[in-house]
Nanobody
Framework: QVQLVESGGGLVQAGGSLRVSCAAS????????MGWYRQAPGKQRELVAS???????NYSNSVKGRFTISRDNAKNTIFLQMNSLKSEDTAVYYC?????????WGQGTQVTVSS
């Protein structure tokens, strides 16, 4: 089992910045991919950004250049720095952990961008 604890999120004005974190604990495999997905009301969950244990990153086109994902492998924690936030970034953001055998989700944290 892997547990994911998210922190950060909240309310910010358009153009502002926010950082969310996700700490993983439990049966962590050295080779894994962690990432952030988001789901806005009435829309499907979509990938925002992901980062492998080897620091390979992947971003959605909608956030490239504005969001940065990073990780601290020693703490099994990932961070998503969100800059130049737009109203369309408003969603529940979910942390995800994947390895060769497992796929886990966090509870989600709300990010609301006011225009």
């Amino acid at each position: 089992q892997v547990q994911l604890v998210e922190s950060g999120g909240g309310l910010v004005q358009a153009g502002g910045s926010l950082r969310v974190s996700c700490a993983a604990s439990g049966r962590i495999f050295n080779a894994n991919v962690m990432g952030w997905y988001r789901q806005a009301p009435g829309k499907q969950r979509e990938l925002v950004a992901s980062i492998s244990s080897g620091d390979k990153t992947n971003y959605s086109n909608s956030v490239k250049g504005r969001f940065t994902i990073s990780r601290d492998n020693a703490k099994n924690t990932i961070f998503l720095q969100m800059n130049s936030l737009k109203s369309e970034d408003t969603a529940v953001y979910y942390c995800n952990y994947k390895d060769i055998r497992s796929d886990y989700w966090g509870q989600g944290t709300q990010v609301t961008v006011s225009s």
